[in-house]
């Protein structure tokens, strides 16, 4: 809208000047005054990931059958011998109803054990025993949950006690960055590839049976592994070791009552450089992670506990 408004000058008393000025009605560039983004912030990646508020994990494997929480790398594969078809939909569907937005699936836990048809390893499904071992977890865990419309992903462990190039750089160039790659590529729409902090100590290491220590900010090859993941899957969030969200230093479910989206740990870091957000989690049975007999599950006051 145009206003035209006459406006008269009495500069001297003889004299009485006319001007004409248009007024343009225009809305300001930013009504609200909102400040610009500095640094750190978040990457659109982080900003989707922590829209998922609320996921869970299905830790299923060869410690399932072993009874243990970490393997040694050992395992013959037969022992891997599921007694009926695993079903990762019944997951996807029951974690949906508690009100979760997606899960992630554990592919492949420290004993390196795969559960998926990799060309990196001998140490995987195709090897198992059983009649159902065949069932390719991450395909179906992938399928199942684009099909009910929930989030997903993988957990990878970086540290692998049966291989025999863990600790040389062949491990990262051969085993470990073509494993991501060959998962990534269940689901260019996946939102987190989940890798734990344990890395390195004893293990079977292809007979050696040694101890094999490892920097792991340094020895992955970080930059490398997030480039090649993100090509394939551009939301998908390096966890832990991959340095784009943190694990929030327990396994209690909670953290600090301030908790910065910089830094590490608990508290994190008000002046941490660059985006680094923590992430809680919390074994919903009164054992370990995986699966052991005679374990009992959790009261619901004791895992939602009330903090008003």
């Given at each position: 809208?145009?206003?035209?408004?006459?406006?008269?000058s009495?500069?001297?008393?003889?004299v009485?000047?006319?001007?004409t000025?248009?007024l343009?009605?225009?809305?300001?560039a930013?009504?609200e005054?909102?400040?610009?983004p500095?640094?750190p912030v978040?990457?659109d990646?982080?900003v989707k990931w922590n829209?998922t508020e609320?996921?869970?994990?299905?830790?299923?494997?060869?410690?399932?059958?072993?009874?243990?929480?970490?393997?040694?790398g050992?395992e013959?594969?037969?022992k891997y011998?599921?007694?009926?078809?695993p079903n990762?939909?019944?997951?996807v569907t029951?974690?949906?109803?508690?009100?979760?937005?997606?899960?992630i699936?554990?592919?492949?836990?420290h004993?390196?054990?795969c559960?998926?048809?990799?060309a990196?390893?001998?140490?995987?499904?195709?090897?198992?025993g059983?009649?159902?071992?065949?069932?390719?977890?991450a395909?179906?865990?992938?399928k199942?949950?684009?099909?009910h419309?929930?989030k997903?992903g993988?957990y990878v462990?970086?540290w692998?006690?049966?291989?025999?190039y863990y600790?040389?750089?062949?491990?990262v160039?051969?085993?470990f960055?073509p494993?991501?790659?060959?998962l990534?590529a269940y689901?260019s729409?996946q939102?987190?590839?989940?890798?734990d902090?344990?890395n390195?100590?004893?293990?079977?290491?292809?007979?050696a049976r040694?101890?094999?220590?490892?920097?792991?900010s340094?020895y992955?090859?970080i930059?490398?592994?997030?480039?090649?993941?993100h090509?394939?899957?551009?939301?998908c969030?390096?966890?832990?070791?991959?340095?784009?969200?943190?694990?929030?230093?327990?396994?209690?479910?909670?953290?600090?009552?301030?908790?910065?989206?910089m830094g590490?740990s608990?508290?994190?870091?008000?002046n941490?450089?660059?985006?680094?957000p923590?992430?809680s989690?919390?074994?919903?049975t009164n054992?370990?992670?995986f699966w052991?007999?005679g374990?009992?599950?959790?009261?619901?006051?004791?895992l939602?506990?009330?903090?008003s």
């Amino acid at each position: 809208m145009k206003i035209k408004v006459l406006l008269a000058s009495m500069l001297l008393p003889a004299v009485v000047s006319a001007q004409t000025f248009t007024l343009e009605n225009e809305a300001p560039a930013n009504p609200e005054n909102e400040p610009l983004p500095c640094h750190p912030v978040p990457s659109d990646r982080q900003v989707k990931w922590n829209e998922t508020e609320f996921y869970a994990f299905f830790h299923y494997g060869m410690n399932t059958f072993t009874n243990m929480e970490w393997g040694y790398g050992d395992e013959d594969e037969s022992k891997y011998a599921p007694l009926g078809k695993p079903n990762p939909e019944q997951w996807v569907t029951s974690v949906k109803a508690a009100g979760m937005k997606g899960g992630i699936a554990v592919v492949k836990h420290h004993d390196g054990f795969c559960l998926w048809p990799t060309a990196t390893t001998t140490h995987n499904l195709t090897n198992g025993g059983g009649q159902y071992h065949n069932v390719n977890i991450a395909e179906e865990f992938a399928k199942a949950s684009k099909k009910h419309e929930m989030k997903y992903g993988f957990y990878v462990s970086p540290w692998d006690r049966n291989s025999a190039y863990y600790g040389t750089d062949d491990y990262v160039t051969k085993v470990f960055i073509p494993q991501c790659e060959e998962l990534a590529a269940y689901g260019s729409d996946q939102f987190e590839m989940w890798f734990d902090g344990a890395n390195g100590g004893d293990g079977y290491y292809g007979g050696a049976r040694t101890t094999r220590s490892v920097d792991a900010s340094i020895y992955y090859d970080i930059p490398n592994l997030r480039a090649k993941v993100h090509r394939i899957a551009p939301d998908c969030v390096m966890w832990g070791v991959g340095d784009e969200a943190r694990w929030i230093g327990n396994e209690q479910g909670y953290s600090a009552n301030t908790c910065w989206a910089m830094g590490n740990s608990e508290t994190g870091d008000i002046n941490g450089w660059y985006w680094h957000p923590g992430e809680s989690d919390a074994k919903a049975t009164n054992s370990g992670w995986f699966w052991h007999s005679g374990e009992g599950i959790k009261s619901a006051s004791r895992l939602f506990p009330d903090v008003s």
